[in-house]
C-alpha cells in the first residue's frame, strides 16, 4: 500500500511538469538510481576481468604453469633476456 501511495505521489497521471519539491526530489532520485544501476552493471560486466588481470599479475608463475608456457613464451624475448636470464628466476630444464 505505501509502495502504491509513493507511486501515485512521484508519478501522477496528469500530463503536466511537476515543478513543486516532489517533482525536483523524485528527478533528484531517478538521478541517484540511474547512477546506481550503472555501477552495478559496470561491476557486473567488468569485475571477472579485473580480478584475472590482478590475479595473473599477482601470480603470475603459478598461471605460466597452468597454461604449460615456457619462460621465453611466457615474458617475451627481450623481457626474459633482461630480467630472468641467469637470475635464480630462470627454470632449467634438464635434457
Known amino acids: 500500500m505505501v509502495i502504491v501511495v509513493l507511486w501515485k505521489i512521484l508519478?501522477?497521471?496528469?500530463?503536466?511538469?511537476?515543478?513543486?519539491i516532489v517533482g525536483?526530489?523524485?528527478?533528484?532520485a531517478m538521478w541517484i538510481v540511474l547512477d546506481i544501476a550503472f555501477i552495478v552493471l559496470e561491476a557486473y560486466l567488468f569485475l571477472p576481468y579485473l580480478l584475472y588481470g590482478y590475479y595473473k599479475n599477482k601470480y603470475p608463475e603459478e598461471y605460466r604453469e597452468w597454461e604449460g608456457k615456457t619462460q621465453l613464451e611466457w615474458y617475451g624475448e627481450k623481457y626474459f633476456?633482461?630480467?630472468i636470464k641467469g637470475t635464480e628466476k630462470e627454470e632449467k630444464i634438464n635434457d
Not at 508519478?11 to 513543486?20: G, L
Open 24 to 28: 525536483f526530489i523524485s528527478i533528484i
Open 11 to 20: 508519478f501522477p497521471n496528469t500530463t503536466e511538469v511537476r515543478t513543486d
Open 81 to 83: 633476456n633482461k630480467h
